[in-house]
């Protein structure tokens, strides 16, 4: 059959719909109002993807366990691996590497000057794209709450067994997480000397957050392989936390340096994690 | 509608694929549209013009199944949209070679698109020529499939 080609009124349905997607364009990237349908979708699919695997691939896996008597065996070792995610997120929190409390001590007098009396939460990861690490500059993962939380978490930090990993930026069901490597993200950080303080932002690749500085204004001399901490400024991080080393110095021009840091700390270490509110 | 059904759950199946083979892709610097060439695909076997307005809709729709932000894929199905019943007629004339390389490059055309909006500062010109010529050869090698073997999918309304 022949097509025939658009005729004019056609035409200009094409171009306002090619205006108003635009106009929706603009306004999802520099607000947040489509977030509501976006993440209602997400829990959706997150939601149905375990319902069908509960109904479908577990009692298969189930029965499958059963029939060979090595379910409880099954059961015991998934139960000793939270377990020991859970420790290594502890250990992480009162390690000494950490500055969120180093030991009892140090904890109550935390506690008495910082009126930190709330309690840290442990969370599981529900949704995780690898492949935004390859493709886009935004870089967010969805975790669930193990314990119920009445307060507020949003700006709590997050973290897993090798360090920071981000922090909530939405909650509904799920909780948002921007991770440190997000390019939207930003991170005030200092080196060890405490002589150099900059705001690194995300990089858009896994493992890596960028500083830029002036060299003209800051006249120290970067090292590779120094490492960073973060400086407390922001408000949301805790100061003194471990962040990452410095891998690579690029000159962009005699106005601007970027600093690549390497993080210490990778979300896909574990499914585990640790919320905190500060 | 039922034909409508089953497009968008042809699309969401494809999106699916898309997503999964997109991560080992990637390490090879390829971006592989494949959602957008399916619709690309439906429009032009489509005996009819596609509605604008249906066009702008599976571009929602792609936008929401795939995480990124809407209008992004509504405004590039549109334009597609738009491409191809202009130049319904005129494919006639073009051999298959010159039609992969259009749908080829329009796919190059998204990528590029897209990579500018998502990934603005990673953005990469080697993954775009690599995408391109990637994108061309899957072009062609669905046209060979195509003249030997028959239409592969019968989604014509």
Do not use: W
Request: with cysteine; net charge neutral; hydrophobic share 45%.
């Amino acid at each position: 059959m022949t097509r025939i080609s658009p005729p004019p009124g056609q035409k200009i349905i094409y171009l306002f719909l090619i205006f108003l997607g635009g106009f929706i364009l603009y306004v999802d990237i520099n607000t947040n109002n489509f977030q509501i349908i976006k993440n209602g979708f997400n829990s959706f699919q997150i939601s149905t993807h375990f319902f069908i695997k509960s109904f479908s691939i577990d009692p298969i896996m189930d029965f499958k366990n059963h029939f060979q008597f090595k379910n409880k065996l099954i059961k015991e070792n998934k139960e000793l691996h939270t377990a020991l995610e859970k420790s290594y997120v502890e250990k992480y929190l009162i390690s000494q590497d950490s500055k969120f409390f180093k030991d009892k001590k140090f904890l109550e007098e935390e506690l008495d000057q910082n009126n930190l009396n709330k309690p840290f939460y442990m969370a599981q990861l529900k949704n995780l794209d690898p492949n935004i690490f390859n493709c886009c500059d935004k870089h967010r993962i969805h975790i669930q709450l193990l314990t119920k939380s009445n307060e507020s978490l949003i700006e709590g930090v997050v973290f897993n067994s090798s360090g920071v990993i981000g922090h909530i930026i939405h909650e509904m069901n799920y909780k948002e997480v921007m991770l440190l490597t997000d390019v939207s993200h930003s991170l005030p950080i200092k080196n060890v000397s405490e002589d150099f303080y900059c705001n690194a932002r995300g990089s858009g690749m896994s493992d890596y957050i960028i500083c830029n500085y002036n060299p003209l204004i800051s006249i120290k001399e970067m090292e590779i392989g120094q490492n960073f901490l973060t400086s407390g400024f922001g408000g949301i991080y805790p100061k003194d936390i471990k962040i990452g080393i410095l891998e690579d110095i690029k000159v962009i021009d005699s106005n601007n340096i970027e600093l690549n840091i390497k993080l210490s700390s990778n979300p896909l270490d574990s499914i585990l994690f640790g919320v905190i509110n500060f | 509608m039922k034909n409508y059904i089953k497009v968008i759950f042809i699309i969401a199946i494809i999106n699916f694929i898309e997503l999964s083979i997109s991560n080992a892709l990637s390490k090879a610097y390829i971006i592989f549209p494949l959602t957008f060439l399916f619709y690309s695909y439906y429009v032009y076997k489509s005996d009819e013009n596609i509605n604008p307005i249906e066009a702008f809709l599976f571009g929602l729709f792609v936008d929401l199944i795939s995480n990124s932000y809407f209008g992004l894929s509504a405004i590039l199905f549109c334009l597609m949209t738009y491409l191809i019943n202009i130049y319904s007629n005129s494919f006639k004339l073009f051999s298959n070679l010159q039609i992969c390389i259009f749908f080829g490059l329009s796919a190059a055309s998204y990528v590029g698109f897209t990579q500018l909006i998502v990934n603005l500062y990673n953005f990469s010109y080697l993954t775009l020529l690599v995408s391109a010529v990637f994108n061309i050869f899957f072009c062609i090698f669905i046209a060979l499939i195509s003249m030997y073997s028959g239409n592969l999918i019968n989604i014509r309304k």
